[in-house]
Every structure is written in C-alpha cells, then in structure tokens.
C-alpha cells in the first residue's frame, strides 16, 4: 500500500494505492480505494505461494509503476493522478504472508 490517507479497519476502508500478488490467481494487481475498490491493472504472472518474491513500487507525480523480480522492466506502467500523497503499508487478505526488508526512498 501506498500513499494511503485514513486507513481504518476493513479491506478497502483506506484512501491511496494496493499493488498485490496473487497466491492462488498467478497475477499482480494494482489498484486504488478510496473507502471502496478500483482495479487499475491486472498481470498474468506464474505464482509460487512457497517463492519469495521481490517486488519495487516506484511512484512520481502520476507515473506509477511496478516491478516483480525483474527490476528493469515494469510489470505494471500506469498513470493516475488520484492520490498524490500519504503513508506506506503492507498488508495480507485471505492469505498467511510474510515481508521483509522494505525500504523507502
């Protein structure tokens, strides 16, 4: 999660951005809330639930784009200009996960 204002308690009950991966779908989403849900975009990508995955959010005035193990090309390459500020987060839904080693710029 990032650039999240008023986070609460429930799935979607945060203003800001989600960037998942799927241990049982063998995708990567991101998306928006802002007390409800708005998939932005949605990759196809092999998913191992026992693998480590290394993920790199880099997000700059609109330009919002993610990374999955490969650190050069985006998996995801998306503009929105919806929540230009706020906090950072991790978080699990329906699913035992583990993070570690996360680092802001």
């Given amino acids: ?3 999240v204002t008023s986070p609460g308690i429930g799935a979607d009950t945060f203003r800001g951005y989600y960037v998942g991966i799927s241990a049982n779908g063998d995708f990567i989403q991101l998306g928006k809330a802002s007390n409800n849900w708005t998939e932005l975009s949605r990759v196809t990508m092999p998913i191992d639930p026992d ?3 290394h993920m790199k959010v880099i997000s700059s005035g609109t330009s919002i784009k993610v990374y999955v193990n490969d650190m050069i090309t ?3 390459n998306i ?3 919806t929540h230009t500020s706020g906090s950072i987060g991790v978080r699990a839904y ?3 996960a583990h993070f570690d080693n996360i680092l802001i710029y």
């Fill in 1 to 3: 999660m990032f650039r």
């Fill in 51 to 53: 693998v480590s995955y």
């Fill in 74 to 76: 985006p998996k995801i």
């Fill in 79 to 81: 503009t929105d200009a």
């Fill in 94 to 96: 329906n699913v035992h």
